[in-house]
Nanobody, 124 residues
Framework: QVQLVESGGGSVQAGGSLRLSCAAAGSTYSSVSMAWFRQAPGKEREGVAAIGKFGNTHYADSVKGRFTISKDNAKATLCLQMISLKPEDTAMYSC??????????????????WGQGTQDTVSS
């Protein structure tokens, strides 16, 4: 089991950048796939980016080229660098951990441990 706490959310204007962090605690951190999800009001939870075995990554089409996921096993930290933000990126962002696989999933059902989330708001 992995305990997760997100930070770095906030408000930014369209075109701006934000960097989210997810601090993890638990002995199995280096042996899990991790991902970022987001959920806007009235919408379903959406997988944004995931990182798995050997650092392989998987991005949603809507964020490719703008978001970068990274995982530091030594620091037990997951990050999401977001640039060129759009108003439609406004959502509650959560990190999650699940079984380690070569190609990480963007389906929420794959993940077993979740953080509380951090709100990001992008204004036009």
């Amino acid at each position: 089991q992995v305990q997760l706490v997100e930070s770095g959310g906030g408000s930014v204007q369209a075109g701006g950048s934000l960097r989210l962090s997810c601090a993890a605690a638990g002995s199995t951190y280096s042996s899990v796939s991790m991902a970022w999800f987001r959920q806007a009001p009235g919408k379903e939870r959406e997988g944004v980016a995931a990182i798995g075995k050997f650092g392989n990554t998987h991005y949603a089409d809507s964020v490719k080229g703008r978001f970068t996921i990274s995982k530091d096993n030594a620091k037990a930290t997951l990050c999401l660098q977001m640039i060129s933000l759009k108003p439609e990126d406004t959502a509650m962002y959560s990190c999650a951990a699940g079984p380690l696989v070569y190609t990480p999933s963007l389906e929420p059902t794959w993940y077993t441990d979740w953080g509380q989330g951090t709100q990001d708001t992008v204004s036009s």
